[in-house]
Every structure is written in C-alpha cells, then in structure tokens.
C-alpha cells in the first residue's frame, strides 16, 4: 500500500493532518514519477480548473488515467477533487459551484448510515446532479447525493479535511 | 435542517482552498478569461491595475459594478474585488454583488485615515494587506480571513514584498511566553491573537505575498520563503505578452522549488512590466 496526497494546490496540509492523525504513511505528488506506483490517491479541495491544467502541464494526468484504466489506483476526491473524479472518468456529473457562490458556503449535518453524525463543509462546491448506475450514494444532504462510491472512485461534495472527520479517510484507505 | 453560513470558518475556508495558487488582477472580462485559461486560482477584478493607478493619480474607488458583473459571468473560478480602506458602503456593495472575497486594499486610496472596515460584520470573506504582524493581526481581529504582504505594488519590484514578509516572520519567531502580554498591547490586539500565533508559529489565516511581483522568478522565491500563495497585480497584463507570463507565473508557484521548470517558464518571456526603484516612488501604498 502507497498513499499519495495530491500537493500542487488547494487543503493538500490539511488532508496530511488526517492522515498523520491515523497514523497512516504518505508522501506528497507533485510531479509525474511520485504518481507511479501509487495504490491510493487523494486530491484535496483547490480550484478544479487550475488542478487540471497543472495535472495536464506536467503529466501527471496521463499517468492517473493510465492507473484507473489499469484498475490500479483507488482515488478519494473532495470537492475540486470530485470534479476532478468525474474528469477521469467517474460516472457523475458534477454541477460546477452547483450551492452557489461563497455567500451560500455552509456546513451541515448529512445523512449517512455508514458516518452516523457526519458534518460536511460546502465550500463553492459541486452538486452531484446525476450519478451513475453503478455509483453508491454514501453520504445525502437533504436527499441529494454528497459522497459517491463507484469502484475505485470515491467522491466527496465537501471537506472532512477541514473539520478533523478521519472516519472517511480510514475508510478510504481499506479499499 | 439548519445550515451554518457567513462563520470564520467558512470564510477562512475559502481562503486554504486557494492555497499554492496564484491570484492575478484583471480589468475586463477576456482579461479574466486568460487568467483562468492560465491556471489562476482566483482573479481580482478591478478597474485599473496598480501600475496604472500609480501612472494616472487622482483617487482610485471601488470598481464599475458593471465590469465586476462581466467578470463574474466569464469565469468560474473565485472573484475578488477591492474596497478602499475603511470604505464599508463599498464593501455592502460587493456583497450585494455576490462576489466571493473582498480585498481592503491600500492600492485604492484610502477612504478612512482612523479605522478600517469591522469585516466581522460581513458574510463575505475579506483579504487585507500587512507589512508587520502587529498589522496583520489588527485585520484579523477586524475579521480579515486571509492576510497578504503588501509590497509595493505596481512597481515590479519585489524588495518590499521581501521585506514585509520577512518582518511578519522575525516577529512571529520573536514571540516568547514573557513577551506575549506587552506584544498584544503594542500591537493593539487580544492577548489570545498574540497567544495563538505564539503556539502555532504562524497566522491564523492563509497568508499570501503581494506587491511587486514581476517574474515566474520573483513568484518562486516568495514561495520559497514560505508564502502560501501570490497575487499578481501589473506583473501579468502590463508585460509584454500576458498569455505566457500568466502561464509562467502559476507553473513557476506551483513548481518553485524545481529550478529547472522555472528556468523553462522564464524563457522567452519578452518585457515584464515597467519596474520601478521604490526611492523613486511619489508615494508608498504600503504606508496607508
């Protein structure tokens, strides 16, 4: 098992925070070689439209799509992360700032029977308007979907890095 | 089913997911655009870029609503704006215009020589300039949710930026236990403010470098010295070709501690934008 924690831009820290808290090993990618052999991913909230191009720029993005084409790679994405999800072939459509602008940023109480009193932080987040046939909702807000689970694919509408929540993160790291 | 908006948290939240990232002013709509296709995090949308407030004089407000609205429509990255200092009318204004961060900036002339804006008031987050952490913690106090050097901007020179930055860390490594209580009456703040920086080493809010940045160069060394993040005033749409140094400037933050990619960047830049010795200077933005 290798952990990697996306660190170009965006709560890169504040994911590492979790995962020290649960004493798991990671290292940072920032370039295309720290990508490779890799077994789980997180790319961390931050801008989608900047993520994209640097992942594009440095070919990092080619080396993640080969991974999830090869069925090798597990990847957890938090809000710009889940953009990012759907981008490399996640079956979810992600409605860009679908909440609204940073006025309309709020945090919640979801429903989850697997995270029993989970909180999710919406910052400018996504909407998952449609999700696939194959796409597992784990986590609803007000009957919408807010973490989706489809195979290697797990996407969060919001940012339990910003709250100290570990419990998604040990989950993701048993897959 | 209550949703909390408009806490700190939130707003400080904005700000961490900007981190890494470089935030570039604008001035119209295509400006905007080639930001974001540069890989911006966020643009700053104003009237006229630093370098032209400095060349055309007179006093510098609040931009046309208009040309905040054109803007926001042609992108969907973050859009900040500027408010002079202590203009809160302004900054009513912004919020009405549902922007996503507002920037107390001393590149505007300032509309209040006693106070600034009590930004705990508002539900959008602001973004305020300091030179020293008395300053930045004065703005946090206020309820900034993010804290930029000022620098001198508009001027391509990065001396002050260094400066202001370096200033920020000697005093946030200069605090002691025997020293906390005297620091927060200097610095006009509660004791807490001093206390926490004291314990964590750092501000309690994103901090990024602005003023003066002029090259993919100058970017990388402020990150290399910590910054979390810059913003680019006139370094971008006043040099030479705007496009590849947009582009620069993000690869050489993102990659500032590889040499080599920021050697690439920098070539064939053409002119950066027209720099000034900060002796030279009629005034100093940073000192309002």
């Known amino acids: 098992m290798k952990i990697g924690i996306l660190a170009l831009q965006g709560s890169f820290a504040e994911h590492a925070e979790i995962l020290q808290t649960i004493g798991a090993d990671f290292s940072f990618v920032r370039c295309r070689e720290d990508v490779q052999g890799l077994t789980h991913l997180i790319i961390p909230g931050g801008e989608s439209s900047t993520l994209t191009k640097l992942l594009k720029d440095s070919g990092m993005w080619e080396e993640i799509l080969k991974q999830v084409q090869d069925d090798t790679l597990q990847i957890l994405g938090t809000c710009a992360g889940a953009i990012l999800l759907e981008k490399l072939g996640m079956d979810l459509y992600c409605d860009r700032n679908g909440y609204g602008a940073q006025q309309e940023s709020f945090l919640a109480d979801l429903q989850s029977e697997k995270f029993p009193n989970l909180k999710g932080v919406f910052i400018r987040a996504p909407k998952f308007s449609r999700v696939g046939k194959k796409g597992i909702n784990l986590a609803t807000l007000q009957k919408e979907p807010v973490m989706v689970e489809q195979g290697n694919f797990l996407a969060l509408a919001f940012h339990p890095e910003l709250v100290g929540e570990t419990r998604i993160h040990e989950y993701f790291l048993k897959k | ?288």
Request: proline content about 3%.
């Open chain 2, 1 to 288: 089913m209550t949703r909390e908006k408009n806490t700190f948290a939130l707003k400080s939240g904005l700000a961490r997911m900007l981190k890494g990232g470089v935030i570039m002013d604008v001035m119209n709509a295509r400006q905007a655009q080639i930001a974001e296709k540069s890989g911006a995090v966020a643009v700053m949308a104003l009237e006229r870029i630093p370098a032209l407030i400095r060349r055309e004089k007179g006093v510098a407000r609040m931009s046309d609503p208009k040309l905040i609205n054109d803007i926001k429509k042609a992108v969907t990255i973050p859009v900040m704006a500027k408010v002079r200092i202590g203009h809160f009318v302004e900054a009513q204004i912004l919020q009405a215009l549902d922007i996503d961060f507002i920037d107390e900036s001393e590149v505007l002339t300032p509309a209040d020589d006693e106070a600034h804006i009590e930004k705990s008031e508002f539900r959008l987050p602001f973004v305020c300039g300091a030179r020293n952490l008395g300053e930045a913690l004065r703005r946090i106090q206020e309820g900034a949710a993010m804290i930029r050097t000022k620098g001198e901007a508009g001027t391509g020179n990065i001396v002050e930026a260094v400066r202001h930055w370096k200033q920020i860390q000697r005093e946030i490594h200069s605090l002691t236990k025997a020293n906390i209580n005297a620091r927060a009456k200097e610095y006009g703040v509660k004791r807490n403010r001093v206390d926490d920086v004291f314990q964590a080493r750092r501000l309690p809010v994103v901090t990024f470098v602005a003023g003066g940045i002029a090259t993919p160069a100058d970017a990388a060394l402020m990150m290399q010295m910590g910054a979390e993040g810059v913003f680019v005033g006139s370094g971008i749409f006043e040099s030479e070709h705007p496009e590849k140094m947009a582009e620069a400037i993000v690869q050489a933050t993102m990659n500032y501690d590889k040499p080599e990619v920021v050697a690439r960047v920098s070539e064939g830049l053409g002119e950066p934008m027209k720099s000034f010795a900060i002796e030279d200077l009629e005034h100093k933005f940073a000192e309002r």
